[in-house]
């Protein structure tokens, strides 16, 4: 589903190309290529309304390869074991690392744990050669605290719910309203009773509509579901690769006294000084929505830059 050759690449992102901006550039060799900041800002707002139940009208590619903005919020590791953008001790020995997924039919008003800032990845289908293909396991219409859940997979069922949040089509789970259904009914720890939404690359068809119907169950939640973020669980993948991983952007919460931007831009350094060649990735500020009914947006400012680009 997602392996895909560059000539079918290219196809693909015609398909999806209906409010793309202009393919990215080369910036310093023909295998690493990134969008000026302004031009990420564009493309990150464009993502955002994409309101795609599929990529190319195929069941076999869910949303998530060319819409919607995936984004991880960062800590930095005060031991310096690890960086913000590879796999932490915890995800390495469950298998799995937790994103949120955010689209203007998927909205939220508040990021994981409340943390202002964290990074943003292309979507496959449209990003740079030569980068990782990063894949998605499984999606939770609500935070699925993973971290309480199997021992062997973090998209696997939690020990004291074991039939009813194990994968939604094992769990008899196959809409937004039946997901909603069962929120409903749960009566204690109901992100924990959650089902996850099965979108491997072996289910081909069912993946793609097994992850709009985990959009269509957070927006079906109306005001619970603006709430808190999603969880979208991606394949643990090997550290020290910063040049092939697909980070499109830097980000902190705007506003306030915009509180995470010394930590963006301490990755933002971090990240460049890892890379070889250099990659500059742009800090972008995420204005989060009001209200379910409301658009984030995305911007950029050359003041907020750590590294010239």
């Keep these: 589903m997602r392996k895909l050759a560059g000539s079918l690449l290219i196809t693909l992102l015609l398909g999806c190309s209906q409010t793309a901006v202009q393919p990215p550039a080369p910036i310093g060799t023909p295998d690493i290529q990134a969008l000026n900041g302004?031009?990420?800002?564009?493309?990150?707002?464009?993502?955002?309304?994409r309101q795609f139940p599929n990529c190319n009208k195929s069941d076999s590619r869910p949303?998530?390869?060319?819409?919607?903005?995936?984004l991880r919020v960062t800590v930095r590791d005060s031991a310096g074991q690890y960086k913000v953008w590879d796999p932490s001790p915890a995800s390495v020995k469950s298998g799995g690392v937790s994103y949120s997924y955010l689209r203007q039919d998927a909205n939220f008003g508040r990021l994981a744990w409340g943390y202002g800032n964290g990074y943003i990845l292309y979507p496959l289908l449209e990003q740079p050669s030569g980068k990782l293909n990063l894949q998605v396991l499984c999606s939770y219409p609500m935070d699925a605290w993973t971290w309480n859940r199997s021992s062997t997979s973090v998209c696997g069922p939690a020990p004291q719910y074991p039939n009813v949040s194990r994968a939604c089509h094992l769990a008899g789970v196959f809409t937004g309203e039946q997901a909603k259904t069962a929120w409903d009914a749960?009566?204690?720890?109901?992100?924990?009773?959650?089902?996850?939404?099965?979108?491997?690359?072996?289910r081909n068809h069912l993946a793609g509509p097994a992850f709009?119907?985990?959009l269509r169950a957070k927006s079906l939640l109306g005001t619970t579901g603006f709430s808190e973020q999603n969880e979208i669980v991606i394949r643990t993948w090997a550290a020290g690769q910063a040049n092939a991983m697909p980070?499109?952007?830097?980000?902190f919460i705007a506003g306030g006294t915009n509180a995470g931007l010394a930590d963006a831009q301490y990755n933002q350094r971090d990240?460049?000084?890892?890379?070889?060649?250099?990659?500059?990735?742009?800090i972008i500020r995420l204005t989060p929505a009001a209200s379910a009914a409301a658009p984030a947006s995305f911007t950029y400012s050359a003041a907020d830059q750590a590294v010239a680009q």
């Design 212 to 214: 709009y119907q985990s």
């Design 247 to 251: 980070i499109m952007a830097f980000f």
């Design 63 to 70: 949303a998530f390869l060319c819409s919607g903005v995936t």
């Design 186 to 202: 749960s009566y204690e720890n109901k992100n924990l009773r959650q089902c996850g939404f099965d979108v491997r690359d072996e």
């Design 38 to 49: 302004q031009q990420v800002a564009t493309y990150l707002n464009t993502l955002y309304g």
């Design 271 to 282: 990240f460049y000084n890892s890379t070889n060649p250099k990659i500059v990735v742009p």
